[in-house]
């Protein structure tokens, strides 16, 4: 990180002026270990939040502006938008994630009287697909909700950062990453059943192993209207399989049932797209079971056919993702390698013995560079906790 806390406070009065007093917070980005594409189709995902994330300090304000600034984004400068005008403006860049947030507090019925100063830092790499934006949502809301006296659980915090996603940018998304920001617990990860939002923290202790995640840097254009096509795939399937079979969402239907059901899916493409759904979601259940019988060895096959899966079923990975995958997959030591998120680019998360990890780095850099031209970058990295106020936890 490029900023001391002290310093992001510093930086907030020189931007915003002396006065009250500034709070700041925390809300990290998320890696999802396993169970991707599930979370609209009713299924269990497995992510865990980062140490890395999106800071922000905030202050009240008498009037109805919202002002914002964000370090990452010094060439916006300040942007000032009024709380009686948020709707999204292509101009307005990154604060379109803030605003959309402000706004579903405000469809939600939770009225916000008062404008606020804000300023936002975040260290997740960009692009990679760590979930920088609903991070930079659940921020704003645990920020709004704090500022301005409101009572709203996380799980509700997690669906507002969606729902401004969804109907303020245009992004289909489910409610993954902003419930593992939200929600996030040290050195755990959240087997999360996204059908009736219970959930449980299951401990990630991989003994002599690590997780790394490494940043193909490169994210395909149009990511957000290939998600939406993905999504809207799984609709046409769901409504064919509803013709003979009762089921709500595809992450109703064992694989025997899907086996049973799928020819009546006329499309090809999309009986593969729901052929990932279902199959991702049994895996990601018996992942689950073996990590807690501390099989790592099976979680990280699993985590490997996962990635076969999103290639060619899901056909939501993309040539330089299906090189790290490959690559680790070939070098010993590597217990499971997939590409992580919504796909088109970003991670893959793999996991790796620690005395691996060198030589890991190592062949997956050189291979990736022979093969891409790119410098593939690689974090190993901690599970954090979920959105907080910083205040309570250190002297600022
Ligand atoms: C993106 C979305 C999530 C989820 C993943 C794929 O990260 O925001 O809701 O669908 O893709 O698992």
């Excluded at 300090?57 to 005008?85: C, E, W």
């Amino acid at each position: 990180m490029e900023y001391t806390l002290p310093q992001l406070k510093e930086k907030f009065y020189e931007l915003f002026g002396e006065g009250e007093n500034g709070k700041m917070y925390f809300a990290p980005g998320r890696v999802n270990l396993i169970g991707e594409h599930t979370d609209y189709n009713g299924g269990h995902v497995f992510p865990c939040a980062l140490t890395i994330g999106t800071y922000g300090v905030i202050r009240k304000r008498a009037d109805k502006l919202l002002k914002f600034y964000s370090l990452n984004f010094p060439q916006d400068g300040m942007v000032t938008v009024s709380l009686d005008h948020l709707v999204p403006e292509e101009a307005d860049g990154w604060t379109n994630y803030p605003k959309g947030v402000v706004w579903a507090f405000e469809k939600k019925g939770y009225m916000i009287e008062n404008g606020a100063d804000i300023l936002i830092y975040g260290d997740i790499p960009p692009g990679s697909g760590l979930s920088s934006s609903a991070s930079l949502e659940v921020l704003t809301g645990f920020m709004l909700m704090d500022t301005m006296g409101l009572n709203i659980s996380m799980t509700e915090l997690a669906l507002l950062g969606q729902y401004s996603e969804n109907h303020f940018n245009g992004m289909n998304c489910g409610i993954m990453d902003q419930f593992a920001s939200a929600m996030g617990k040290k050195n755990c990860a959240i087997f999360l059943d996204t059908n009736t939002l219970q959930y449980e923290y299951s401990p990630i202790d991989l003994k002599d192993a690590r997780i790394i995640i490494t940043n193909s840097k490169v994210k395909h254009s149009l990511v957000s209207s290939a998600y939406n096509d993905r999504r809207r795939e799984c609709e046409f399937a769901l409504e064919q399989l509803q013709t003979v079979t009762d089921i709500q969402t595809l992450g109703d239907l064992t694989i025997q049932e899907f086996e049973q059901y799928k020819d009546a899916i006329t499309d090809d493409v999309r009986r593969k797209r729901a052929k990932h759904a279902v199959y991702e979601n049994y895996r990601t259940i018996q992942a689950v079971e073996a990590l807690k019988e501390n099989n790592i060895e099976s979680f990280g096959s699993m985590m490997n056919e996962a990635h076969i899966s999103m290639r060619d079923d899901y056909e939501a990975s993309c040539l330089e993702t299906d090189i790290l995958a490959e690559l680790a997959w070939d070098i010993p030591g590597v217990l499971g390698s997939r590409i992580t998120g919504g796909g088109f680019g970003g991670c893959t998360v793999s996991i790796v013995k620690n005395e691996a990890v060198e030589e890991f780095k190592k062949l997956v850099y050189e291979g990736y560079l022979e093969r891409t031209g790119n410098k593939a970058e690689f974090y190993v990295v901690d599970i954090g906790d979920g959105a907080r106020c910083l205040e309570e936890e250190r002297e600022i």
